[in-house]
């Protein structure tokens, strides 16, 4: 019999409005959010700046309070749970460090205005704390100036931690710092989270560090959750335009539904172009019925509309066979076009096909070989194909 998952957080009905000075309405920046986070994930509120995320993330640390709704931590309502009492602590963007004291003496400060806590086991705590997130004894009594903008972090999240809360919250604490830094505090915050198990909700608008770092992702915009899936849910099979095309690049093709069975929808693009994609079984469509279909560019496989076709294994097939071939597959959708642009980006080639009435898809092909192996000239007549099951229709 498998173990119910224990819920740390859970959000219900979660309203925020703002008003001006006299109490007139000015604007709702969390909208009826419904969210549970069990003990240990490592969740994160992704979205653009003013969708709600950090919003969301105050009310739970008791800096905002609800309008409507109710907060839980642990099954306890804490609408009413001033945030010094609440088992969170959070770790803020600008580090917000006291400048004058030591990076030993930051992070016993938590605990000193606890009262009840003996000053040795104070330090020893503290010094603890520092360690853990790697920072050696030599350190601990220089000030915050004498720190890069990474060590800054690691004071910022040893006084989070000292505390030993039941959640961790993290505001955007890693937008400040630069690119590679950026990278290995990821890395770090991850190893941290698992050796801890400590339940860490994260702030973020960067799709790359949700996507790498989460259990579990939110997708926030206008105050709304629009969709709560694991990385992987998110990135294959959003549940809406927003979504598809805030994660990563996306291709939207603009279509009418012919038919559908199964998890397969027929769109005609236009008089010449019918293609099929999947869908959602739960979601109701209907012949003629104006939907979008999103197609991730890495999906997408192109090959000369004359010649030869060069596989990975070294053979090769004639193009008009390589194509018959392929059709037969009753997965497989296929379009013909032209180059447009081609991009030599290094790692791939990005190029812009044209096909049909003015449809255009973007594709990217990975440079495994020399790049007169792999590069497709502009104006080149290609075909470029696809599994139907890697192309979602939104309606929405």
Same mark, same amino acid.
């Given at each position: 019999? /498998?173990?119910?998952?224990?819920?740390?957080?859970?959000?219900?009905?979660?309203?925020?409005? +703002? *008003?001006?000075?006299?109490?007139?309405?000015? *604007? #709702?920046?969390?909208? %009826?959010?419904?969210?549970?986070?069990?003990?240990?994930?490592?969740?994160?509120?992704?979205?653009?700046?003013?969708?709600?995320?950090?919003?969301?993330?105050?009310?739970?640390?008791?800096?905002?309070?609800?309008?409507?709704?109710?907060?839980?931590?642990?099954?306890?309502?804490?609408?009413?749970?001033?945030?010094? %009492?609440?088992? =969170?602590? *959070?770790?803020?963007?600008?580090?917000?460090?006291?400048?004058?004291?030591?990076?030993?003496?930051?992070?016993? +400060?938590?605990?000193?205005?606890?009262? &009840?806590?003996?000053? !040795?086991?104070?330090?020893?705590?503290?010094?603890?704390?520092?360690?853990?997130?790697?920072?050696?004894?030599?350190?601990? %009594?220089?000030?915050?100036?004498? +720190? /890069?903008?990474?060590?800054?972090?690691?004071?910022?999240?040893?006084?989070?931690?000292?505390?030993?809360?039941?959640?961790?919250?993290?505001?955007? !604490?890693?937008?400040?710092?630069?690119?590679?830094?950026?990278?290995? $505090?990821?890395?770090?915050?991850?190893?941290?989270? &698992?050796?801890?198990?400590?339940?860490?909700?994260?702030?973020?608008?960067?799709?790359?560090?949700?996507?790498?770092?989460?259990?579990?992702?939110?997708?926030?915009?206008?105050?709304?959750?629009?969709?709560?899936?694991?990385?992987?849910?998110?990135?294959?099979?959003?549940?809406?335009?927003? =979504?598809?095309?805030?994660?990563?690049? *996306?291709?939207?093709?603009?279509?009418?539904?012919?038919?559908?069975?199964?998890?397969?929808?027929?769109?005609?693009?236009?008089?010449?172009? !019918?293609?099929?994609?999947?869908? #959602?079984?739960?979601?109701?469509?209907?012949?003629?019925?104006?939907?979008?279909?999103?197609?991730? !560019?890495?999906?997408?496989?192109? +090959?000369?509309?004359?010649? /030869?076709?060069?596989?990975?294994?070294?053979?090769?097939?004639?193009?008009?066979?390589?194509?018959?071939?392929?059709?037969?597959?009753?997965?497989?959708?296929?379009?013909?076009?032209? =180059?447009?642009?081609?991009?030599?980006?290094?790692?791939?080639?990005?190029?812009?096909?044209?096909?049909? &009435?003015?449809?255009?898809?973007? $594709?990217?092909?990975?440079?495994?070989?020399?790049?007169?192996?792999?590069?497709?000239?502009?104006?080149?007549?290609?075909?470029?194909?696809?599994?139907?099951?890697?192309?979602?229709?939104?309606?929405?």
């Amino acid at each position: 019999m /498998s173990q119910q998952p224990q819920i740390d957080i859970e959000l219900r009905n979660v309203v925020k409005e +703002f *008003t001006g000075r006299s109490g007139e309405f000015q *604007t #709702r920046a969390v909208d %009826h959010v419904s969210l549970t986070i069990e003990r240990g994930e490592f969740f994160s509120l992704l979205g653009p700046s003013g969708c709600g995320k950090t919003t969301t993330l105050r009310m739970i640390a008791g800096f905002e309070a609800a309008s409507s709704g109710e907060i839980l931590l642990r099954g306890k309502a804490v609408q009413d749970v001033p945030p010094f %009492h609440r088992p =969170v602590n *959070t770790v803020f963007q600008d580090y917000a460090l006291f400048p004058h004291m030591t990076a030993l003496q930051n992070v016993m +400060f938590g605990l000193e205005m606890e009262n &009840n806590i003996p000053r !040795p086991e104070i330090r020893r705590r503290a010094e603890e704390a520092l360690e853990m997130v790697r920072m050696t004894p030599s350190q601990f %009594h220089r000030k915050p100036r004498q +720190f /890069s903008g990474g060590q800054q972090q690691r004071i910022a999240l040893a006084r989070a931690l000292v505390k030993r809360p039941a959640v961790l919250l993290l505001d955007e !604490p890693l937008g400040a710092l630069d690119l590679k830094l950026r990278k290995e $505090m990821q890395y770090e915050l991850i190893t941290m989270q &698992n050796d801890l198990g400590i339940t860490f909700i994260y702030v973020t608008h960067d799709q790359e560090e949700a996507l790498t770092m989460s259990d579990r992702i939110a997708v926030m915009n206008l105050g709304k959750v629009l969709q709560v899936g694991s990385p992987e849910e998110i990135y294959e099979t959003p549940n809406s335009r927003f =979504v598809a095309d805030f994660i990563g690049e *996306t291709n939207f093709l603009m279509g009418t539904v012919e038919s559908h069975e199964g998890i397969c929808a027929t769109v005609r693009l236009d008089e010449s172009t !019918p293609i099929r994609a999947s869908y #959602r079984s739960e979601e109701a469509l209907t012949n003629g019925q104006q939907v979008t279909v999103a197609i991730r !560019p890495e999906k997408i496989n192109i +090959f000369a509309a004359e010649g /030869s076709v060069k596989h990975d294994d070294g053979t090769s097939d004639e193009a008009t066979a390589y194509r018959e071939k392929l059709l037969r597959d009753p997965d497989i959708v296929m379009v013909e076009g032209r =180059v447009e642009y081609a991009n030599y980006i290094g790692t791939d080639t990005r190029y812009t096909i044209g096909f049909g &009435n003015g449809q255009k898809l973007v $594709m990217r092909e990975q440079n495994f070989g020399l790049r007169n192996d792999t590069y497709y000239e502009v104006g080149s007549r290609v075909f470029i194909f696809w599994d139907y099951e890697t192309a979602r229709v939104l309606t929405h």
